[in-house]
């Protein structure tokens, strides 16, 4: 132990002399840039500085929207196209333009001339006044009838009874002519087909009507010719009532084999020797609960019988 204390103490001493010197060599300095400004180091975690605002409200790069962000740039209009742009209208459809044209070009469509109503001849009507009162039937003259649109008869009838027996239900308005072959067909044919068909002692008691006097056209069609029944000329037959309390009413029978249907077609057929006009059910669809009977004057004397 003694002899190593002076061993210790020698390396002690050789360790305290090894210590750093008191001045370090000094570094070289770092050349100047070109500006001789120092250059900075850009911060990784830090935004790039904004462009500066030139006053305006804007930058170099466009207008910057209120968020911060770049907003997407538009075309530019040419000079004049603001004011064409407003003047600007969608063009109209070629094919209805060429329509409005062609419209613009026709004339305006004549206005319609209605015939006057007709005049009864003097001396055809009191003739026909006489027989009619013959005959049996019952009626009033009535006033004038002018409802325009060609429609109208100078002198109506407002017939109640077309035989002394035979009413006309309900009462209807015609012409004197339309109510004397109406009581002539229904005393001459209709009459004396019921006492065959039926019994010798059964009469038509009523004929009950559908339409007498009406201002329409053909069918009530919103188009075309003007019925015979706006000029007194025609009376529609929807049923006889006879005297046992029977009906017959008219309806399609041109297949139908009974009685009924005999009669119906009995009468219908002589009716055209009474009428100039004649539609049954079998005629058309418009026709098809009635017997259309009227006396138009027709060339010739032709007989229209459906």
């Known amino acids: 132990m003694r002899r190593s204390f002076p061993l210790i103490l020698l390396s002690l001493l050789i360790l305290t002399g090894a210590s750093l010197p008191k001045h370090g060599p000094i570094p070289i300095e770092k050349p100047p840039t070109d500006a001789g400004a120092e250059e900075a180091v850009p911060t990784p975690d830090k935004k790039p500085a904004a462009p500066a605002d030139d006053g305006k409200g804007a930058t170099e790069k466009g207008p910057t929207a209120a968020n911060g962000e770049q907003p997407v740039p538009q075309p530019k209009q040419a000079d004049g196209d603001e004011q064409s742009t407003k003047d600007k209208k969608p063009p109209a459809d070629e094919k209805d333009q060429r329509a409005d044209e062609k419209k613009d070009a026709e004339p305006a469509p004549a206005p319609i001339v209605y015939p006057p109503v007709e005049t009864e001849n003097a001396a055809e009507y009191a003739k026909c006044l006489t027989d009619l009162k013959a005959v049996g039937a019952t009626f009033v003259e009535a006033k004038r009838i002018d409802d325009g649109k060609g429609c ?35 005393k001459e044919a209709a009459q ?27 069918n009530n069609a919103t188009s075309g010719k003007i019925s015979e029944h706006a000029h007194g000329n025609a009376v529609d037959i929807a049923s006889f009532r006879l005297s046992d309390g029977t009906t017959i009413a008219i309806q399609p029978r041109d297949e139908d084999g009974t009685i009924d249907g005999a009669f119906q077609r009995a009468v219908t057929a002589s009716a055209c020797l009474y009428f100039k006009t004649v539609l049954d059910p079998g005629s058309d669809a418009a026709h098809e609960t009635h017997l259309h009977l009227d006396v138009i004057d027709r060339r010739n004397d032709y007989r229209y019988c459906r």
């Open 192 to 218: 004396p087909a019921a006492e065959v068909a039926f019994d010798k002692n059964i009469k038509i008691k009523a004929l009950n009507q559908a339409s007498t006097y009406i201002c329409r056209l053909r």
């Open 152 to 186: 109208g008869i100078d002198k109506p009838l407002e017939v109640t009874s077309i035989l002394p027996d035979v009413t006309l239900a309900p009462k209807g308005v015609m012409r004197c002519e339309t109510a004397l072959a109406l009581a002539r067909w229904t």
